[in-house]
């Protein structure tokens, strides 16, 4: 990944840092902390849209099932009240969990920018959040839940070739890896 450039917002040196070894790290030093920073805030910018029903914001930033699952939740959503989704922070930092790269651009020609690669990383979100309900008709509110802890694994993934933004693929269940057939992506 290093030597081709698919590490996201990194031009190593060499391919052979010892940093290769660090990628669940949450270190401000590390080489997946400009990835981090961006899972988080594009984490925070899909919450905020399914509660606002955005669905624009939504496709943009979700691809397959996925997407499916967030709009099937957006839109079930009632229509006479307006859902504000509220960000209290993370619990501990969010974590890179798993990456890989795989080539996935099969043209015979190179591609005109970035790599053949496609990446994905699983990132794990341990966080504190809530939702403020209010009447569309009055504006009062009407609901708000007391801010929990939610801790999702999300699968991300870019392709190379493409100067398109981080979307969000998949989501994994703690625990339940010998239950869950792993679908395959792209």
């Not at 699952?69 to 009240?81: A, E, G, T």
């Not at 990383?121 to 959040?129: I, M, P, S, Y």
Request: aromatic share 12%; with cysteine; glycine share 6%.
């Amino acid at each position: 990944m290093a030597k081709y450039r698919s590490i996201p917002g990194v031009k190593p040196k060499s391919p052979w840092s010892w940093q290769l070894f660090s990628t669940q790290s949450t270190k401000p030093t590390a080489w997946l902390a400009p990835f981090r920073q961006g899972a988080l805030e594009a984490y925070k910018q899909v919450n905020e849209a399914i509660a606002a029903r955005d669905e624009k914001t939504v496709k943009a930033l979700s691809v397959g099932d996925q997407q499916g699952f967030y709009m099937k939740l957006l839109r079930s959503q009632d229509p006479r009240y307006i859902n504000v989704w509220k960000f209290h922070g993370e619990r501990t930092p969010c974590r890179v969990v798993s990456i890989r790269a795989f080539e996935a651009y099969f043209s015979p020609k190179p591609p005109r920018i970035g790599s053949r690669y496609a990446v994905q990383a699983v990132v794990r979100f341990d966080t504190l959040q809530s939702v403020e309900t209010y009447s569309k008709k009055t504006g009062t509110r009407v609901g708000e839940t007391e801010p929990k802890p939610v801790v999702e694994y999300l699968v991300f993934q870019k392709r190379m070739w493409n100067d398109t933004p981080w979307v969000i693929r998949g989501r994994l269940y703690e625990g339940l890896e010998s239950r869950v057939k792993l679908p395959q992506y792209l």
